[in-house]
């Protein structure tokens, strides 16, 4: 059974940094690509970055650029997200999600339960 | 960035009732794919590459469209489909999300 649980989430102050985790089990992890994707409260689904399988390829949404850094270690089995210079606006749900290549697109097939970021002094 | 609108953003439908929830995509895209969120739970693949249906999901649920314009319709709404249905984009970077429709049982 696939599984990705997140962890490192918690409460942050603005400017400052957090690092979130994401293990997952149940399947070849080091075969897939993974993303980030997050959830504002009582708001809808933003991506935040992605990381192919072996790390080649690296994209970030624009909001995120420069201050994210997604990274994974696949003797881990975890997927990471480093985040700096917090903003209030960076308060989300933030979901691992893994990475379904189509004939010609992508989309995500199994998603972790989420980790809580809130930045507020 | 392809901008993806939804609609309608919320509907109430009656247990045995037909919907069809639209998806319209700002330049042509090649599939879509459709999440289900239940109330304080993560998403959920529901529908892939427009029409296939993701492990477990119901067969009374059905996507179609292409280009610019997609739908996911329930031919007879039943209690558990009250949720809301986002869909996805991963036709070019950066995947994009519609808003959302908040399907609820009347």
């Known amino acids: 059974e696939v599984q990705l649980v997140e962890s490192g989430g918690g409460l942050v102050q603005p400017g400052r940094s957090l690092k979130l985790s994401c293990l997952a089990s149940g399947f070849t992890f080091s075969n897939y690509g993974m993303n980030w994707i997050r959830q504002a409260p009582g708001k809808g689904l933003e991506w935040v970055a992605s990381?192919?399988?072996?790390?080649?390829?690296?994209y970030y949404a624009d909001t995120v650029k420069g201050r994210f850094t997604i990274s994974r270690d696949n003797a881990k089995n975890t997927l990471y997200l480093q985040m700096t210079s917090l903003r209030s606006e960076d308060t989300a749900l933030y979901y691992c999600?893994?990475?379904?290549?189509?004939?010609?697109?992508?989309?995500?097939?199994?998603w972790g339960p989420g980790t809580m970021v809130t930045v507020s002094s | 960035e392809i901008v993806l609108t939804q609609s309608p953003t919320t509907m109430a439908a009656s247990p045995g009732e037909k919907v069809t929830l639209t998806c319209r995509a700002s330049s042509s895209v090649s599939y879509m794919h459709w999440y289900q969120q239940r109330s304080g739970t993560s998403p959920k693949l529901w529908i892939y590459e427009t029409s296939k249906l993701a492990s477990g999901v119901p067969n009374r649920f059905s996507g179609s469209g292409s280009g610019t314009s997609y739908s996911l319709t329930i031919n007879s709404m039943e209690t558990e489909d009250a949720a809301t249905y986002y869909c996805q984009q991963g036709s070019s970077y950066p995947p994009t999300f519609g808003a959302g429709t908040k399907l609820e049982l009347k």
């Open positions: 999600a893994r990475h379904r290549p189509t004939g010609s697109g992508w989309y995500f097939d199994f």
């Open positions: 990381i192919s399988s072996s790390s080649s390829y690296i």
